[in-house]
């Protein structure tokens, strides 16, 4: 899960840092070339390592080599001129899907509802022992003190070690990851500066790993240097490399969690079977679950069952995400307290149609979920139970109890209306996924006007063009304009609806286009398309025609070099 992406292909940092360190030293196009390559290759594996590393480079072109400081600034002109072009275009494919945030609306509702300190730990956070780590268990602030060792002997290198320009620098790299992920008052302007220019990355906690990157090379800085120094010379080495062999493992152990849940795993199968009775009845469309906040937290953030279940049977959920504007939040507001007399008719205004309670996690389930069986205006549809997972107790376990209720004015309303769900399909309505940026649908027998919903979240990007055309290239349809513009609606607050008039369809649309029956009604194929989805298709051909241009010219330096086995083994595994 979220663990392992936000470690994903961490070995690639200090393939950058060697390769940029390899550039400031020899400032050869060869070394031009291996370091922007890794970087644009480590910036497509995880975006944020890719960014938290350049900005590391900053400080490593300007402290890492003695030189004159207008050396260093051409050469580092030169090489971010080459760098942030090559990073681009390898990457093309992922700038152009943040395209949307030029778009203020759109900006506004992906960022995140939270100021710069929410993002921020206690500057020690990363150097403490956790409570259920070996070395904190069994040795209290003993353990403590040995936690912190990689800190103690960077400290005592910073302190003994004169005119090392490396030590200085990673130094200097490692106060910078520091006091950009952590909550320092006296320079908390820092962190609101960089917040303010670069909220895309704001994910701070992850600059720790490049952090640990340099401390790791402080602190190997400092022993090499004391192995050197006559201190050591008159050292006994056996004892010196028992010592050394020591201190590893006690850093290594000091870090081991011996917390049994972590061990543990959710049967998410099981979890994925409360949804059945949701996924089969073709009257569900739109679903608040409740309570919509669990754990004390401040938004209408539901946990991973609930996320699982909108995933695999495409149910939309209300307020499935934490809000990002306040007419979200103003929104989550007024539906979030099922207990409120206003409640069911705000859902009901806003056509979701299905109530489903956790009564587990709920309080006053029982009083609850009487007092709804009771409701006239809702429809009790069951009680859905599956077991726990063995020995294990979570949140997921106990969700595991809900109760599932319809309001009845809803479905009434959906029954006069075309709702695009993926488990329908009648005489009147044909709709295929292609893929979930491209559908096609078949509307028979259309005598009069009607709404067309599709319940995905609204974007002015999705567009409706008439005919059959999903064997059409991705990038035709980027220079073709939608004939439904005009009449394209923003429903309930989410999803996008369009208003099909069949007088409209007689006057513009070609003959072909669609198909007049015996009683006068109408057959109509359209197509529902994303159409940023044709710009992404463009950067999809430039990253890969970008790839196989680095690839070639690789090759072609090898070759042309005769650079040894090794070198080309590393630069395979970068690659």
């Given amino acids: 899960g979220r663990g392992q992406m936000s470690i994903n292909h961490i070995e690639l940092i200090p393939f950058y840092i060697l390769s940029l360190l390899y550039f400031i030293n020899k400032k050869s196009a060869y070394s031009l070339f291996i370091s922007i390559s890794i970087f644009a290759i480590l910036f497509k594996t995880d975006a944020y390592y890719g960014f938290f590393s350049g900005i590391f480079s900053i400080v490593l072109f300007l402290f890492y080599k003695k030189e004159p400081f207008i050396e260093k600034i051409k050469s580092s002109v030169v090489y971010y001129l080459f760098l942030v072009a090559t990073a681009i275009l390898l990457n093309f494919n992922f700038f152009v899907s943040q395209l949307y945030l030029f778009n203020h609306a759109q900006a506004v509702r992906t960022g995140r509802n939270s100021i710069a300190k929410n993002e921020l730990t206690n500057i020690l956070y990363y150097f403490s022992p956790s409570s259920v780590s070996l070395m904190y268990n069994y040795l209290g602030g003993l353990g403590s003190l040995l936690y912190i060792s990689t800190l103690e002997i960077a400290l005592l290198g910073l302190l003994l070690i004169k005119n090392n320009r490396e030590l200085v620098s990673f130094s200097l790299c490692f106060l910078l990851g520091v006091l950009l992920s952590s909550y320092i008052p006296n320079l908390y302007w820092v962190n609101l500066l960089y917040f303010h220019y670069f909220g895309m990355f704001r994910g701070v906690g992850r600059i720790i790993l490049p952090t640990y990157l340099f401390l790791g090379l402080i602190v190997s800085i400092s022993i090499s240097e004391f192995e050197k120094s006559d201190v050591y010379k008159k050292t006994n080495k056996i004892a010196a490399f028992s010592c050394f062999f020591l201190l590893s493992a006690v850093i290594l152990l000091s870090s081991l969690n011996i917390d049994p849940t972590w061990t543990r795993r959710t049967n998410f199968l099981q979890i994925a079977k409360l949804y059945e009775p ?64 206003l409640t069911i008719p705000i859902l009901s205004r806003n056509r979701i149609d299905t109530i489903f309670i956790s009564n587990n996690i709920i309080d006053n389930e029982k009083q609850i979920n009487e007092r709804l069986k009771k409701d006239s205006r809702l429809t009790y549809v069951g009680r859905y139970t599956q077991p726990k997972d063995n020995a294990y107790l979570s949140t997921n376990d106990l969700s595991r109890d809900v109760s599932i209720y319809q309001i009845k004015e809803v479905v009434d309303k959906n029954k006069h209306a075309i709702p695009l769900i993926t488990t329908d399909s009648n005489e009147y309505l044909k709709f295929t996924k292609i893929n979930p940026y491209k559908y096609i649908i078949t509307i028979n027998k259309l005598k009069d006007n009607t709404l067309l919903i599709f319940n995905s979240p609204f974007s002015e990007k999705w567009e409706i063009f008439p005919g059959d055309l999903a064997e059409l290239n991705d990038i035709h349809l980027l220079s073709k304009s939608s004939d439904f513009n005009n009449s394209h609606i923003k429903l309930n607050g989410y999803a996008n609806a369009w208003k099909i008039n069949t007088r409209y369809i007689k006057e513009h649309f070609k003959s072909n286009d669609y198909k007049i029956n015996p009683d006068k009604s109408i057959s109509i194929n359209l197509m529902i398309y994303f159409k940023p989805h044709s710009l992404n298709y463009i950067g999809n051909v430039i990253s890969a025609v970008t790839a196989g241009f680095l690839t070639i010219i690789l090759l072609v330096l090898i070759i042309k070099k005769r650079y040894t086995l090794a070198i080309l083994i590393s630069l395979y595994s970068t690659l």
Avoid: E, W
């Avoid at 679903?287 to 953030?301: D, E, K, Q, R």
């Fill in 278 to 341: 949701i996924k089969n009845n073709k009257n569900i469309h739109v679903v608040a679950t409740y309570p919509m906040t669990i754990n004390g937290l401040a938004s209408g953030c539901p946990q991973t069952y609930q996320l699982v279940g909108q995933i695999i049977h495409n149910k939309s959920l209300a307020c499935g995400a934490s809000p990002f504007s306040q007419d979200s939040i103003n929104f989550y507001r007024s539906i979030s307290d099922i207990n409120h007399k």
